[in-house]
């Protein structure tokens, strides 16, 4: 099963566009599915992760906020794709 790396975010948001980006980039390389949630969906998401985005997790594990620690999720990636 591939991992799920989750993007917690909203529009309008730099830092989101540039993870999101980052990502898309990193998804070339390493097989995972991205899942990208807008907290404006619902208040609870809204007041959970405003203060924080985006917030990045893989496998439901929340791992990053505000930015992508890129080498320690390429090695995470490596570890649950078996590598």
Known sequence: MRPVVTIYQRDGCHLCELAAEQLVELQRE????IRAV????SD????TYLERIPVI????DE?????ID???LKSRLLRLNGQ
């Open 38 to 41: 807008d907290i404006e969906a």
């Open 63 to 67: 791992l990053y906020d505000f930015e």
């Open 70 to 72: 890129i080498e320690d």
């Open 30 to 33: 390493h097989e995972f599915e």
């Open 44 to 47: 609870q998401l809204h007041s």
């Open 57 to 60: 997790a893989v496998n439901g």
